[in-house]
């Protein structure tokens, strides 16, 4: 069974000379920072919402004004 490595994942040091592989730490996303996007995109995503129903109902008053007059 063959093991393919990343080459992210591992740095070899140059100036020994044995080569001796070294395990390079994940960086890890910023939590807040992400749930800090999730919701300026609800809010960003509500406002369109409620501006297209504002823009339905208005049409409809609109549409009705027309009619019964």
Sequence with gaps: MKTNLKEKNF???????VAKVKKVR?????????IKRILVERRKQEKKHFLVFTVIISVFVVVAFYIYS
């Design 26 to 34: 994940a960086v890890r996303p910023n939590i807040d920072h992400l």
């Design 11 to 17: 740095l070899v040091a140059e100036n020994s000379d």
